[in-house]
């Protein structure tokens, strides 16, 4: 959500990325559902007109990212995985991202997406930052 709130970071140089086709966005239902509801408690907060606005950039990022969407994982399948990661709510993120293989889990989450999450799954998980310091050692 960061990257759609702030007026600048990581966070939005990414999905600007995304945005011109340099990265692929894949979106999992189960965070998009997430970013949404927050959106709306963060409008919630503002004067009318820089909500809509507000509302209006997301749906124009969703425009230009043209996101990949991954389904939610089947309730099975959630409970079935449990013990992937400790947090009990994220695993329906995880199994979203296991399911659609992504380069890169971006996260500012490491207190739940941990290494050792990593390991078990076999993703590349990592903050913003951690995706922009491979991206420019690629470039040095």
Partial sequence: MAGIVSDWGLDKATLSLCAAKICRLVLAEVVRDEVEENLLLHTKRLQLPDAERLIQDYHRLIRLTDPELVSYPGKDLVRA????????????????????????LLTHNTKHFTRLV???????IGTPADFFRILSGIFQ
């Fill in 81 to 104: 995985s449990r013990h992937l990661i400790r947090h009990a709510p994220d695993v329906p993120v995880l199994l979203s991202a296991i399911a659609s293989n992504p380069d890169w």
């Fill in 118 to 124: 990593a390991r078990r799954t076999s993703l590349h």
